[in-house]
């Protein structure tokens, strides 16, 4: 073994490196070489802004993978401004997903060719799963009700507002690991920093043992367009106040937005903002149990209410990535001695197993499968199948 | 306290502005204040056993180099003792709650002292020893030199070797018993210990135990001023992940008066943002992407093993020179020098040569006071191998308490006595290189590179299973390159070009502090870059230092 001695190296560097005298005093030093670098981080910011411009219109299409990138920093306020056009035709499809209006919601009824209605309240992931159930029984209908990353308040209010609209035999309600972070918020807008979505929904608190909802102020992307210019709102007053995400760094927008290097610094802002949410209500043990005290309280009612009304529920529980299966366990003991249906899938795709994903934190399609098959086993266990009308 | 926390940012700038108004005195005060602050932040607690060190190696220390402690610091030390276990261990800190918005305190009166007799034991071990210590000095200063130095040297070596035998390996040592009592069909949860690993405890037991051996070879003498002592034991820029600092080298420059010159405070500051850049932005980057691979259930790849070992390769790397630099760029601008702790370790071409790059203070420590007291390489070619297999298994070991830390340190013994026996004497390792140089040597850098990656394989690996697994892929896998790895973020993906051309660069011109030769400009477009990543990457999920879990 050769080993150098630390006074060896340094004293060669220092012979091999030692820089000519400087003709400058320190604080000249220190002033040129800052202003240089403060041009060089201008120049920077301006040519990041120059290359990868973001489109403002609200219909383009998706931007490039590094222009949306540089945008990920703007305020909330600003990128929903631009999502929002002068009417809900001129706005960005995300302006308009998710909002809880159950005239938009369809089908009511069985459609002709079919054998089942299945109304489905979750996010992306039940709705893929629901895509996979109808490619292994084109007999199946479904209505859906979904939200980008629904939270459980999103769709158990959705649930509750579509009591009695529709005729489906199987209600299923979708509950995904990563959005209970979302239950002490009201809107999509606050949590979801870097891709935010507007869509509005009640906080839900347990008063001596029942649900209370904190209704938003806000029910529409036609109120969402009144409010979102007006710091002032009654709106973000109650986010302000009762919105766990809210920071007005990260909601208001302000002339720091043209910055590129702002819009990086505030990124890593909400990064840190939104990680300290999700720290206090999940850790490496599992979930909070104030939260999810609230959250067995839903799952119990949306229970109850469907077997009131003569529906057959089913809860889809997704753990993903980054969450193992703290959920299911936190519901199994409330699913359990209400025999409430479920399906977990982490008994089918472990979160902690990577090839269970693609980039995006989805299931890969045969995952969706294998969990859609698992749903029908429980629906095909349970539920009659109608005559097909022609 | 992370040194990429805002609480750290704000106890750097205010300890500098202080300092630089302060005498010596005030100065070594001031450090020792922040240093103690530094640590208690992560638990305050184990402050008590940083005393408890400090009294003992400096009474031992004392006792071997000149064969007394004035009263004085006799009187002094055990007032220390008892403070720092009534403040540190007795009094429960949890009780106090401090709001800083609005500016508010509320004390449990009734939860300020431990509740169980329990909770008293350190406090009554130490007022024991103070008790003790007069009737051992009387006995101990009357016993011959020789007797006398080598009891304070065994003493102070014991001391520290428990406390660290406890604290990093009755865990692991208690879990392999119980495993072996399971696997016989037996009740093993008596045997299962849940102790706290103290953060940097292998830093500084080997930088005490460098002192000790010093002063017993009589390399240095002993220190006399406690306070000085204590600033050596305690001092924070070094005190979580190195360099393992050597009392020969830091406790003169903190008994003398300091000058801040220009050139060292702009030097700090580049390294702190170097080093930020490194952490933040790379290791924090790639961490992910890592920890993807190396913690999936699933099935994986070759490339995806292939792919998160090299970037642990870097990580690693990123992560600890990135702390070092941080910590030596702190102390520049107290104008206290701290060792290199990494010298371009990739440009390696034998093993040899990287443990001349990779943790210097390290294995430097390892040459000097394990490799080279067993005999070195001066007894014959058994006797040559057998020390460098047991000083990197005890580097291993070093690392933690772990099988797969042992299999590294074993697998490092293996490599250097393999190229030790094929090559029988090192290339020099700091030729004058050129980039035809560089090209010419190219082949033997990637190979060595590849077995160092197999290195940190062994190294991250989470279980021998998992070893086992990936080494099988590794092979009957070969070529498959579908990838399921996450990509790294933006700021990895960026800064590790940066890196690898600057230390490209700094192998090239052989430099360590190659952007002193570059223009203003370029100089400027330098630093603007690494803040432009720095900021990106500050978006990763944050991450403790690897290395201050040792």
């Known amino acids: 073994m050769r080993l150098h001695s630390s006074s060896t190296l340094s004293s060669k560097a220092k012979s091999s490196t030692t820089p000519s005298k400087p003709s400058r005093s320190p604080l000249q030093t220190v002033i040129i070489t800052g202003l240089w670098t403060l041009c060089f981080l201008g120049l920077f910011d301006v040519a990041i802004n120059r290359i990868f411009p ?89 209505r859906r009700i979904n939200a980008p990353s629904a939270p459980p308040n999103h769709s158990y209010t959705a649930y509750k507002l579509d009591r009695g609209r529709h005729s489906a035999d199987v209600v299923m309600l ?44 806000v029910h529409s992307l036609a109120e969402f367009r009144n409010v979102l210019h007006d710091p002032q709102s009654e709106f973000v007053k109650q986010l302000e106040s009762r919105d766990r995400a809210y920071s007005s760094f990260l909601f208001q927008r302000n002339w720091l937005d043209q910055s590129a290097i702002v819009r990086l610094v505030r990124r890593a802002w909400a990064q840190r903002h939104i990680d300290n949410l999700d720290n206090s209500l999940h850790t490496a043990e599992g979930f909070a149990d104030t939260e999810m005290s609230i959250l067995q309280a839903m799952v119990s009612d949306f229970a109850a209410t469907a077997r009131q009304d003569g529906k057959f529920p089913i809860v889809l529980v997704f753990n993903d990535k980054g969450y193992e299966d703290h959920l299911i366990q936190a519901l199994l003991p409330r699913l359990g001695t209400e025999a409430i249906p479920y399906v977990s899938t982490h008994a089918i795709a472990p979160a902690s197993n990577l090839s269970n994903f693609v980039g995006d934190g989805h299931f890969i399609p045969p995952v969706n499968d294998r969990i859609a098959k698992a749903v029908l086993t429980v629906i095909n266990q349970s539920v009659p199948r109608k005559k097909i009308s022609k | 306290m992370s040194f990429n926390s805002i609480e750290f940012a704000v106890l750097l700038v205010a300890t500098y502005l202080l300092y630089r108004v302060l005498s010596l005195r005030g100065q070594n005060t001031l450090l020792l204040v922040a240093s103690y602050a530094f640590y208690a932040w992560w638990d305050i607690r184990f402050l008590y056993l940083i005393v408890f060190s400090t009294v003992i190696d ?24 008892l403070l720092a276990a009534i403040a540190f261990n007795t009094v429960q800190w949890q009780a106090v709650q401090l709001s800083l918005s609005p500016l508010a305190m509320a004390i449990n009166w009734a939860a300020l002292l431990p509740a169980t007799w329990a909770g008293w034991w350190v406090l009554g071990a130490t007022v024991l020893l103070v008790a003790i210590a007069p009737l051992f000095y009387s006995y101990s200063v009357a016993l011959e030199a020789s007797r006398r130095r080598t009891l304070f040297l065994v003493l102070s070596i014991v001391k520290n070797l428990l406390i660290l035998g406890v604290f990093k390996y009755a865990n692991f040592f208690a879990g392999s018993v119980a495993d072996g009592f399971r696997w016989l069909g037996l009740d093993a949860d008596r ?60 406790l003169p420059q903190l008994t003398h008066r300091r000058h801040l010159s220009f050139q060292q405070t702009s030097e700090g500051i580049f390294l702190i943002l170097f080093g930020l850049f490194k952490k933040v932005a790379i290791a924090d980057g790639v961490a992910s992407s890592v920890n993807a691979v190396y913690g999936t259930t699933g099935a994986i790849s070759w490339l995806d093993i292939v792919a998160a070992t090299v970037l642990y390769a870097l990580q690693i790397y990123a992560d600890f020179s990135g ?131 197999y290195g940190w394989l062994l190294f991250r690996a989470t279980s021998l299973e998992q070893v086992i697994t990936f080494t099988r892929l590794l092979i009957v896998d070969f070529g498959n390159l579908s990838l399921s790895m996450p990509k790294p973020p933006l700021s990895a993906l960026l800064g590790i070009p940066v890196w690898v051309a600057y230390e490209c660069l700094e192998y090239l011109t052989h430099s360590l502090k190659l952007k002193l030769w570059f223009p203003t400009p370029l100089r400027a477009a330098l630093y603007a870059t690494l803040i432009l990543i720095l900021i990106m990457g500050e978006s990763n999920a944050p991450a403790q230092f690897i290395y201050s879990q040792f």
Not at chain 2, 60 to 78: E, H, Q, T, Y
């Open chain 2, 58 to 81: 400096f009474a031992c220390g004392a006792m071997i180099g000149s064969g007394w402690v004035s009263k004085p610091n006799r009187r002094l030390m055990s007032a220390v003792l």
């Open chain 2, 323 to 453: 702390y070092s630099d941080i910590g030596r760029g702190v102390s520049k601008l107290f104008g206290i020098e701290l060792m290199l702790n990494f010298n371009l370790p990739y440009f390696s071409k034998t093993p040899s040569e990287f443990w001349g790059r990779w943790h210097i203070s390290l294995s430097s420590w390892l040459r000097d006071y394990l490799y080279i007291p067993l005999g070195g390489s001066r007894q014959g070619v058994f006797k040559t191998y057998r020390n460098l297999m047991l000083t990197m298994l005890l580097g291993g070991l070093w690392h933690g308490a772990a099988w797969n830390f042992i299999l590294w340190g074993g697998y490092q013994g293996a490599l250097l006595c393999g190229y030790r026996a094929v090559s029988k004497i090192d290339p020099p390792s700091n030729e004058a290189v050129s980039i035809r140089n560089l090209l010419g040597s190219a082949p033997a850098i990637a190979l060595f590179f590849g077995l160092t990656c």
């Open chain 2, 191 to 250: 045997i299962t210990l849940n102790l706290i690993l103290p953060l940097g405890i292998s830093f500084y037991t080997f930088k005490a135990i460098s002192y000790i051996v010093d002063v017993y070879r009589g390399r240095m003498q002993a220190s006399h001023h406690f306070w000085d002592f204590a600033l050596f034991w305690a001092y924070f820029p070094p005190l979580l992940a190195g360099p393992i600092e050597r009392a020969t080298h830091l």
């Open chain 1, 54 to 142: 973001y489109p403002t219109d609200p219909l383009a299409p998706r931007p490039s993978q590094l222009k949306t990138y540089f945008e990920y920093g703007r305020s909330i306020e600003g990128k929903l401004a631009r999502m929002i056009g002068t009417d809900d035709r001129s706005s960005a499809v995300l302006a308009k997903a998710g909002w809880l209006d159950p005239q938009t919601w369809s089908p009511a009824t069985l459609p002709p060719n079919k054998n089942l209605l299945i109304a489905v309240y979750g996010m992306s992931f039940s709705e893929q799963i629901a895509e996979a159930m109808e490619k292994l029984d084109p007999r199946l209908a479904f």
């Open chain 1, 174 to 217: 979708g509950i995904l690991a990563s959005s209970i972070k979302a239950m002490p918020t009201l809107s999509a807008a606050t949590w979801q920093f870097e891709v935010p979505s507007m869509y509005t929904y009640p906080r839900y608190e347990l008063e001596n043992g029942t649900l209370q909802a904190i209704e938003p102020k």
